[in-house]
């Protein structure tokens, strides 16, 4: 029987509420969209840093404006969170899922980017003495939540930090971001992130297009 990830997170923070303390969470984070609704969950919980480690983002100028907005939000919405944003290498996507350029979205691919990204945030919450680690990632309807979960928590026995199971879509999750998106007035992308994903999305609206 699959994990209730969201039952498994409720019961933890009630948990972390019972203690009074207030442990640090490296959130590794993908956009704005995606975190407005996390940080409004977690945030009374938890000093939360954010990582945007996404070498997966192209081009360049989308990974900065994503980058922006995500600085945006967290302003105007009064979070006091740190932004850690590590050097843009687009080489360390495109090596870890070379021969795998033409496969669907949503398959193998997007499992290895899944776990670039898991991996440095693991990497890093060692290196800053982080009480946890998790990711934004799977609010998306279209992230797998098991795929992420597995991949963390193997990823937190390897370096020794807890890795914080969740499923953000659950609880109407998804559409709180949606709603929080347009309070905010967050730029909110048509594809997930990768050159791959931007070319099938363009490939898709073209074919409705097409049909119309």
């Known amino acids: 029987m699959a994990e209730n990830y969201g039952l498994w997170l409720e ?3 009630d948990e972390l509420r019972r203690t009074g303390e207030k442990p640090k969470l490296l959130l590794q984070v993908c956009c704005a969209p995606c975190s407005s ?5 977690l945030a009374e919980i938890f000093e939360i840093t954010a990582f945007f480690y996404n070498p997966n983002i192209a081009p360049e100028r989308e990974f900065s404006f994503r980058l922006d907005e995500l600085r945006r939000f967290l302003d105007e919405a009064g979070y006091i969170a740190p932004v850690d944003c590590p050097p843009y290498e687009p080489r360390e996507f495109l090596d870890a899922v070379r021969g795998m350029e033409d496969l669907p979205e949503g398959g193998e691919r997007c499992r290895i980017c899944y776990e670039l990204r898991l991996r440095k945030t693991a990497e890093a919450a ?3 003495g982080f009480d946890f680690f998790t990711t934004t990632l799977s609010i998306s309807p279209y992230k797998r939540a098991a795929w992420l979960n597995e991949i963390g928590i193997r990823l937190g026995e390897e370096y020794g930090v807890p890795y914080l199971r969740s499923d953000f879509k659950k609880k109407n999750g998804y559409k709180r971001s949606i709603e929080l998106s347009g309070q905010y007035g967050l730029y909110r992308q048509d594809y997930c ?3 791959y994903s931007k070319l099938e999305s363009e490939r898709k609206r073209a074919g409705q297009a097409s049909a119309e």
């Not at 609704?37 to 969950?41: A, C, G, L, P, T």
Request: glycine content about 14%; hydrophobic content about 35%.
């Open 11 to 13: 019961k933890k923070l």
């Open 126 to 128: 060692k290196a800053g």
């Open 37 to 41: 609704y996390v940080f409004e969950y």
């Open 193 to 195: 992130g990768c050159i």
